[in-house]
């Protein structure tokens, strides 16, 4: 085992299988789990009878970054939820730590950490922005969910 190894811990990660594959969207053999958080929201789609279909990053969405480049996006999940008068919503959901949501504080000295956070703040914010407006021409709602979100499911 060297330093690195022993520093670093790899994610949670896994495969995913549905109780439910009709309800997914995709391919339901090949659903893949980048985290804990992830894998609740999966469990909580497949369960739940609101929630009518569902995808893990089967769609994307083009976008433009800092680097003024067009990217694709894979937004985490696909959902459309039966409400309560009996219409369906759509929506696009990403899942992200709490931390990531919000600009980084600028500490007294500039570290490439700090330059990181930046950067990845802002290549979200533009990821966010493109993902709305898409959402919004198709009549479906763009949605951020945190660890705070996550804890009630």
């Not at 893949?32 to 497949?46: A, L, P």
């Not at 500039?110 to 021409?137: D, F, G, H, I, P």
């Amino acid at each position: 085992m060297n330093k690195f190894s022993k520093v670093y811990k790899a994610p949670y990660k896994g495969k995913f299988r549905p109780s439910n594959p009709r309800k997914y969207k995709g391919d339901p053999t090949n659903i893949i789990f980048r985290s804990s958080w992830e894998r609740r929201f999966m469990q909580y789609c497949d369960t739940n009878k609101e929630i009518l279909e569902w995808g893990s990053e089967e769609v994307w969405i083009p976008y433009r970054s800092y680097d003024k480049k067009v990217h694709r996006y894979f937004p985490d999940f696909y959902m459309k939820v039966r409400q309560p008068n009996g219409t369906h919503k759509k929506f696009i959901v990403e899942i992200k730590p709490k931390y990531q949501t919000v600009p980084p504080k600028k500490p007294q000295r500039q570290s490439r950490q700090y330059l990181n956070s930046v950067l990845t703040y802002a290549k979200n914010e533009a990821k966010w922005k493109y993902a709305k407006r898409w959402c919004q021409s198709r009549d479906m709602n763009f949605i951020i969910l945190t660890e705070d979100h996550l804890k009630t499911f």
